[in-house]
């Protein structure tokens, strides 16, 4: 007896073994037959082995076994009847293990089993008429993959606990049963491959469980599911695999409410509707798990709907080629969704687009090249998606590109000279990729340039000193890459620069201490063990020179250089004192009572902070904000002359023939001489900084109470609901009017409710309403305070 059938022996000495799991192991052999002398074993698992020969008889012995895994050998002949005694058995699979011949009846008999796996094998003859009559406890039923044959039983309806029946590959025909329309469980039907006929039945209508449907490669001729409450999705290859199909009548999409895939794409599709939009698309926005669209290679003609920005925030695919038919089209926004694939190169024919954002999807691939012909382009968000490769030299030559948002993907490469050629760029947000290389010393060419992001890179090298003539430069992050070198002194001189990061670096020298950087802090410099500065930045101390040659030499540069300095500054002050004695003698006519203070602002920067004055960031247009050009001049005067804490300050205006507004940084009876009722204080007109400090705006309509006029009538109303009733009865505008809105707007803020609110009719007003809860206060509150 060699060493093999010694093992193969002594596993049939182990009587009270309940598990046997020998899976994904090089066993090779037959399988022991000793086994059938372990009549307690349960699980019985010898997958993804070597075995040869048959399938032992003798398991049929083995009672008690719930589980059989036999699966991935290479095992021969046909599965024995014998496998029909084991009336426990819940789990048989036998996966692609070389079986051929028929399948025993005996094994439709075992009343327990939950899954049969038979798949990949060369199993032939017919499935029984009476599949089912005895396994009411099958889930799933795999049989693809063989060589039967004959007609798909009626009985299988009789699975009434069935989740998966997958018979494709095999040589099936004649029509699909209507008795499978019963199977209310059933999720997942796969009969691809097959020779079946006829139509779909209705029935399948009644499979509401259902999220898969494979009926492929078969000769049916109609695809018909109105009146039905299917979901889940049609296979995207039906095209191929009905070959013969004439028509799909679905009476209305939006009714699939949990249609997850619709493929519509390369087909002679036409809207039949009357009106130019394309109105199916608005029916899908019903369908609220919608991930993937495809209506690419249609010959549709009409207007895409404003409703396909409602479709579902789970979209994964909608970027059809044919986009690029949209002559016209000024705007693509599909950004946050799970869209995947390649950006389409069809999207270079939309020869108008101005705002491309694709961000936060799933798409990879390159940026195609002739993005570069977009000259139209102004707005291009492609961030948060799997991008790859270097970005095209093309793109570089969008000259009137404003904003350039490539962050979050894995774009390599050097970054090339041709940066500078963006001359009207805002915003170039390249972080979190993979860069390499070289800063481009050509960046600062960038006179527009607001916003610079380059952190988590590759980059080495030097921060290019010419980096200070980036004059409008705000936000500037270059941390998490392998920069050297010294921190350009240049950098002081961008006094607008609020955010600079440059942490996680290999930097060393001085941190510089004027312009900007007085306000910076740690933070900003974090990891970079060789810098040394002030105590503030929590660094090195830098080392003094005290070597008297060097203090000498101090010395004899000190002294000239202060003669100098004085007499120059002597020659300015004259000068300057010389300019204002002769203004003060030409009067000169100046259009807006404005501070002289005020600094000045690029027109860039305005553009950008305001969307281009989009309505977004209009903080107002009541009824003489936009209209009545003459209040202008009365606002300004009043906000020039006033100075308060809560008051927002203006940091800028513009004025011409056709356009006047102020800008303000965000959006008063006492600290002032003559009191100011505003008369329209509500929520919009109240803004909050940084430090949570309220700000009073839009003083359209206030009024200035000169003297001892402690009341002034008006015929101005304010905003119904926040305004005393006084004010609006009988016109009267004073002090306390401000106080009663403030009051309504503490109520608003504590019980969660407008004054508008629909609930507040004719004598219920919030104010009412709180009153009559006094008692009972905890009742109005808002519950999420």
């Known amino acids: 007896m060699n060493s093999r059938e010694a093992y193969q022996e002594e596993l049939g000495e182990l009587v009270e073994l309940q598990r046997l799991s020998l899976q994904n192991n090089s066993l090779t052999g037959e399988i022991p037959h000793s086994l059938s002398h372990c009549r307690e074993l349960q699980v019985l698992a010898l997958s993804f082995n070597q075995f040869t020969g048959r399938i032992p008889e003798a398991i049929g012995s083995l009672s008690n076994l719930e589980g059989l895994y036999l699966g991935y050998n290479k095992l021969a002949g046909g599965i024995p009847k014998e496998m029909g005694n084991l009336r426990n058995l819940k789990f048989l699979s036998l996966t692609s293990s070389g079986l051929s011949g028929p399948i025993p009846v005996e094994i439709f008999n075992i009343s327990s089993l939950e899954v049969i796996d038979f798949r990949s094998n060369s199993l032939s003859g017919s499935l029984p008429m009476d599949i089912c009559k005895h396994l009411p406890n099958l889930q799933m039923l795999y049989l693809d993959g063989n060589q039967l044959s004959g007609h798909l039983p009626a009985t299988l309806s ?99 409410r949990r249609l997850q895939c619709l493929n519509l794409a390369g087909n002679q599709l036409t809207d039949e509707h009357s009106t130019s939009e394309l109105a199916f698309l608005t029916s899908l926005t019903n369908c609220n798990s919608l991930r993937k669209l495809w209506i690419g290679g249609n010959p549709l003609k009409g207007i895409i709907p404003n409703s396909l920005g409602n479709l579902s925030i789970s979209l994964e695919r909608l970027i059809p080629t044919s986009f690029g038919c949209l002559q016209k089209l000024q705007g693509l926004y599909i950004s946050q969704n799970r869209i995947h694939g390649s950006i389409p190169s069809g999207l270079c024919h939309l020869t108008n687009l101005g705002f491309l954002d694709l961000s936060s999807n799933k798409l990879f691939g390159t940026i195609p090249s002739c993005f570069g012909n977009l000259t139209g382009l102004r707005n291009v968000y492609l961030h ?44 170039l947000d390249l972080s979190k990729n993979q860069f390499s290389g070289n800063i481009p010393s050509t960046i600062p060419l960038l006179q527009n340039l607001l916003q610079l992001y380059l952190s988590h890179n590759k980059l080495q090298g030097h921060i290019p000193p010419n ?43 001085e941190i510089p201490n004027g312009g900007p950087f007085a306000h910076f802090t740690a933070e900003s410099f974090i990891s970079n063990p060789a810098l040394c500065g002030a105590p ?115 940091i800028s205006s513009c004025s011409n023939l056709d356009f006047k507004a102020l800008m303000w940084h965000q959006y008063l009876h006492h600290d002032y001489s003559n009191p100011v009722v505003h008369c329209d204080l509500k929520p919009s007109n109240v803004l909050l900084d940084d430090d949570m400090v309220a700000h009073i705006s839009d003083f359209g309509i206030a009024k200035l109470l000169i003297g001892n006029e402690f009341m002034k009538r008006t015929k101005t109303l304010g905003t119904i609901g926040y305004m005393a009733p006084e004010y609006g009865s009988e016109g009267i505008a004073s002090t306390k009017g401000d106080i009663y809105s403030y009051g309504i707007m503490l109520m608003e803020t504590f019980v969660g409710k407008k004054p508008t609110d629909e609930m507040f009719m004719e004598e219920l007003t919030l104010k009412s309403w709180v009153e009559s809860s006094t008692n009972n206060i905890m009742e109005v509150i808002d519950a999420n305070l």
């Open 384 to 427: 948060s998606n799997g991008l790859d490769s270097e970005i095209p030299s093309s793109l570089w030559t969008l000259r009137d590109l404003l904003v350039l948002n490539l962050s979050s993907n894995f774009l390599n490469s050097q970054l090339p000279l041709e940066v500078g050629s963006m001359k009207s760029l805002v915003a």
């Open 536 to 650: 503030r930045f929590q660094v090195m101390a830098c080392e003094k020179d005290t070597r008297r040659s060097t203090k000498s030499l101090l010395l004899k540069c000190i002294v000239p250089l202060s003669v100098l300095l004085s007499a120059i500054i002597l020659v300015v002050l004259f000068i300057l004192w010389k300019r204002r004695h002769t203004k003060s003698e030409t009067p000169v006519q100046v259009d807006l009572p404005l501070p002289r203070m005020h600094r000045m602002i690029p027109h860039q920067e305005l553009l950008y902070a305001t969307s281009y004055f989009g309505e977004d960031n209009l903080i107002g247009k009541g009824s003489l904000g936009m209209g009545a050009f003459k209040s202008f001049e009365v606002e300004c005067e009043v906000m020039r002359n006033i100075r308060h804490r809560n008051l927002a300050k203006i």
């Open 158 to 256: 009789l699975c009434g606990e069935l989740l998966s029946l997958s018979l494709f590959y095999n040589k099936l025909a004649g029509s699909i049963p209507r008795e499978i329309g019963n199977l209310s469980k059933l999720e997942y039907i796969n009969l691809n491959r097959n020779s079946f006929a006829g139509s779909i039945p209705p029935s399948f209508g009644n499979l509401t469980a259902l999220q898969d449907l494979q009926l492929g490669e078969t000769i049916f001729k109609i695809l018909s599911l109105v009146q039905n409450h299917l979901s889940g999705s049609l296979p995207s290859g039906i095209g191929t695999w009905l070959p013969d199909l004439e028509g799909i009548y679905i009476e209305d999409l939006g009714n699939l």
């Open 467 to 509: 980096f200070g003539d980036l004059v409008s430069l705000v936000y500037l992050d270059l941390s998490a890459n392998n920069l050297s070198g010294s921190i350009p002194k240049s950098l002081e001189a961008l006094k607008y620069l609020k955010y600079l990061n440059v942490s996680f670096n290999k930097l060393q020298g």
